[in-house]
């Protein structure tokens, strides 16, 4: 009766092959997404968000590359697909969306030949047919006035216009994974919000599991179910959205969380990580974020496992719910 | 659009203006056109003869006039040498020249994109450097010499490509071209080659560009992610972006193409406006470089105005006029 989750990732490790050498982007990245599940992927610039979900839809650019684990949609493996085979999944079963809508649409063609051609790629539609389908998911996104905004050209649109027709393309042929790669950041407060909650309730509605990634922890704690924390290319935490807010077992996560802006705070200084996040080409030992980190130790200094407590997953040796806080 | 075009226009009256007056006063700093048509044994007052016969005691500002009222009415005045008038040489010159930009066009274009395009993909491969090479050379070996070189290799040595002249021409619609028949072709072979060589580069290296601008672009990249084939994606989505620059530089280039096929036809003796040039400024025949130079002019102002017209057909952000929404 349990039906495998939609997504399974396994020690998955990502790497740039440079001619200074291998730099390990991703390390050991395991997690699952369910079916209606949403995913939260929160970390700092240059983590390896993005990364993530690139190794998945199989759109590493070279010198990227997956060196090994294991990515398993619906239990079927897709790491050593063909690319002919790859392509298929992409649009029809996984879809993905960027973060800067300006840049997403192509700037020299129609928003309905981008449409018509994504809705061919995977089925055999007349003219009339993927004009009338282009509509529908147009209307579906919340965009007024559809059959105007299909003959336009990305730069006639403003830039939430552009990301739900963005959303509106990445759901036409109603994926079972979407992975929506810091789709609001781009936006103000206002669209950001409502793009969230389409996105949320398109997803609810259907069952798509969806891997939201961001930056800022506050966006999606409103509408995750779980969240990834990751670290310099490592998951640091990985929990249900309630527990891993209200008591943080990794000291980074706890920082993402006190750095978040809040009303009690006011006037109170913000609460930031000291320090940056290490380059990939130079990892310490050990604990990624010992460096940063105010509670390390000597014991921080040897290789950090995943260690489960409870329902949560945490990479650090004396995570914060053990210590009295 | 007509209102930009209207304005066009009137810039190129301006122009046309001004290239008058330096062409006017220019062209009579360059040697003493009477002693063409005196005999050697003419004497002062048979020289004065002449002299006067052609306007030339004159002063030189009514000389200009002159030159105008009867540019007004499109008569550039005979050549001194043919005895007919200067515009009617070049009208009936012209086909040949036409044609064989149009040739190298063509040539530099289906030859220039898939290596362009070739290179642009794979751009470490060594098939790349080859075609990278090769574009710099071509661009910078002086094109007399590479059509000398053809001409003893190919007509001298091997005695595949005849060397001189159109071969034979039929008549479309009222004009001798040499485009139909296969001895036309052969003839054309050589120097269409030869004058579409610095095209080619610049179609190589533009193509080459792009398609390291535009692959990497979030547009492209959002493309694949939802499964479009790759062959539309380099054919349609990539493609229409590299046009726009490409068509602009050709379109700017091609007028100079027209203008300098002088070289090019004089080495292979191709019966087109550029060696009737040479010819003229060999025997100092005024009225013909004058009307050369000016018919120069204009087809310069028309080919900017198709350019700029299918420029903003192909980019869709760019609105003639300026008075965008
Ligand atoms: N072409 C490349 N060559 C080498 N390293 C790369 C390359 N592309 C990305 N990286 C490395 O991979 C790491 C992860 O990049 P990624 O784009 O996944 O970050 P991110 O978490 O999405 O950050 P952001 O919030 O800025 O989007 C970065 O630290 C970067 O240094
Ligand atoms: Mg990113």
């Not at chain 1, 990634?213 to 409103?222: E, F, K, P, Q, R």
């Not at chain 1, 913000?270 to 990624?288: F, V």
């Not at chain 2, 009256?13 to 062209?27: E, I, N, P, R, Y």
């Not at chain 2, 379109?251 to 100079?256: K, L, V």
Request: proline content about 6%; glycine content about 8%; overall charge neutral.
């Amino acid at each position: 009766m349990t039906a495998p989750p939609v997504l399974e990732v396994k020690n998955l490790n990502t790497s740039f092959l440079l001619p200074i050498g291998e730099v390990r982007a991703l390390r050991d990245i395991s997690f699952d997404v369910r079916r209606g599940e949403i995913l939260g992927l929160v970390g700092e610039s240059g983590s390896g968000k993005s990364i993530t979900g690139f190794s998945i839809n199989g759109l590493l650019s070279p010198p990227g590359q997956v060196m090994s684990g294991s990515i398993r949609l619906h239990g079927q493996e897709i790491t050593g697909l063909t690319p002919a085979a790859m392509r298929q999944l992409r649009g029809a079963k996984i879809a993905m969306v960027f973060q800067d809508p300006m840049m997403t649409l192509n700037p020299v063609l129609k928003i309905s030949l981008q449409m018509g051609d994504a809705l061919r790629a995977h089925a055999r539609l007349s003219e009339r047919e993927a004009r009338a389908r282009s509509i529908a998911a147009l209307e579906e996104v919340g965009i007024p006035a559809p059959e105007e905004r299909l003959d336009a050209f990305p730069h006639q649109l403003s830039g939430g216009m552009r990301q739900r027709v963005a959303v509106a393309i990445a759901l036409l042929h109603e994926p079972d994974l979407v992975i929506m790669d810091e789709p609001t950041t781009a936006l103000d407060v206002t669209i950001q919000g409502q793009i969230l909650a389409l996105v949320q309730r398109l997803c609810r509605e259907r069952g798509t599991a969806l891997i939201w990634i961001t930056h800022d922890l506050a966006v999606v704690a409103g509408i995750a179910d779980r969240i990834l924390v990751m670290y310099a290319g490592r998951i640091v935490e990985d929990g249900t959205i309630d527990e891993l807010l209200d008591t943080p077992a990794h000291p980074y996560t706890r920082g993402l969380i006190d750095s978040v802006p809040t009303r009690e705070q006011r006037g109170s200084r913000l609460r930031q990580i000291p320090g940056r996040m290490p380059a990939l080409t130079d990892i310490p030992e050990g604990c990624t974020f010992r460096p940063r980190c105010s509670f390390a130790t000597d014991a921080c200094a040897a290789p950090q496992e995943m260690r489960s407590l409870g329902t949560r997953l945490v990479r650090c040796c004396h995570p914060l719910t053990e210590v009295s806080a | 659009m007509t209102e930009f075009i209207v304005k066009r226009l009137l810039q190129a009256l301006l122009v046309l203006a001004v290239m008058t007056v330096l062409v006017f006063f220019g062209v009579n700093v360059i040697g003493n056109p009477v002693y063409i048509f005196a005999s050697s044994e003419c004497d002062q007052p048979c020289l004065d003869a002449i002299i006067k016969d052609l306007g030339l005691d004159r002063p030189i500002w009514e000389q200009y006039w002159v030159f105008i009222g009867n540019l007004l009415q499109g008569d550039l005045g005979n050549s001194f040498t043919h005895g007919v008038p200067a515009m009617s040489l070049i009208w009936q010159r012209l086909p040949a020249t036409l044609e064989l930009a149009f040739c190298a066009l063509v040539i530099a274009l289906t030859v220039g994109l898939p290596l362009g395009v070739a290179a642009g993909l794979r751009p470490t491969h060594w098939t790349s450097r080859v075609i990278m090479g090769f574009s710099m050379i071509a661009f910078s070996v002086p094109i007399f010499w590479i059509g000398l070189i053809m001409i003893i290799v190919f007509s001298v040595s091997l005695g595949w490509m005849p060397a001189v002249g159109r071969g034979d021409t039929v008549d479309i619609l009222g004009v001798d071209l040499s485009l139909f028949t296969l001895d036309g072709l052969h003839h054309l072979a050589m120097p269409a080659f030869t004058l579409s060589l610095i095209m080619m580069a610049m179609v190589i290296r533009l193509t080459r560009a792009g398609m390291r601008e535009v692959l990497f672009s979030d547009y492209i990249k959002f493309a694949r992610a939802n499964g479009i084939r790759e062959r539309r994606i380099l054919t349609l989505h990539v493609m229409r972006n590299i046009l726009i620059p490409i068509v602009t530089v050709l379109g700017m280039e091609f007028g100079g193409v027209i203008a300098f096929a002088v070289v090019v036809e004089s080495i292979f003796s191709w019966p087109g406006v550029g060696k009737m040039l040479i010819d003229a400024i060999a025997v100092l025949d005024r009225p013909l470089i004058v009307a050369y130079l000016i018919f120069v002019v204009i087809m310069f102002v028309t080919l900017n105005l198709i350019t700029d017209i299918i420029y903003s057909l192909l980019d869709p952000r760019v609105r003639l006029g300026g008075n965008s929404s």
